[in-house]
Structure formats: C-alpha cells, structure tokens
C-alpha cells in the first residue's frame, strides 16, 4: 500500500481503523481520497458507520466486567516479550 492511490480492497480493509481514527493521518488522507470517488466504498462506509454508531448505542453503560478486564490483561501480559 506504499502508492498514493487505494483500490478498493485496500480501503475497505482500512475501513474499520478509518472510522475509529486509528489510521496514520497519510493513510487516514487516503482512504478518504477513495471514499471520496468510489460510490461502492462510499456505500460501505456509510453501512459501517451506521454500525458502530448502533453497536455503541447499544452498548451505552455497559461494561466488562472486572474478572474479564484483569484475565484480559494478564493475558497481553503474558504474551509480551521479556
């Protein structure tokens, strides 16, 4: 992915970092260049985006609990190199 032109399966593999913000702000740029001329990414971006927007509404007050989040980061823990 190092040209400056996505195609389509590139962006939408990007799509889910693109929309939580987790991109570089290069590949950020790029996948917005593509949305921004591709209707059929465009179309599921908008689907994607709506998505997360319902799953986060859904969600909203929940939280994990303290066994899973301490299990959760024993295990990231455990598998980082000494």
Request: aromatic share 4%.
């Amino acid at each position: 992915m190092n040209d400056s032109r996505l195609d389509c399966a590139e962006a939408l593999a990007l799509l889910q970092d693109y929309l939580k913000d987790e991109l570089t702000p290069d590949n950020q740029r790029r996948v917005a260049g593509h949305l921004a001329a591709c209707g059929h990414c465009l179309e599921h971006e908008h689907f994607e985006r709506n998505f997360l927007a319902a799953i986060q509404r859904a969600a909203k007050g929940i939280r994990c609990p303290d066994e899973v989040a301490a299990r959760i980061r024993q295990a990231l823990r455990s598998d980082t190199p000494d």
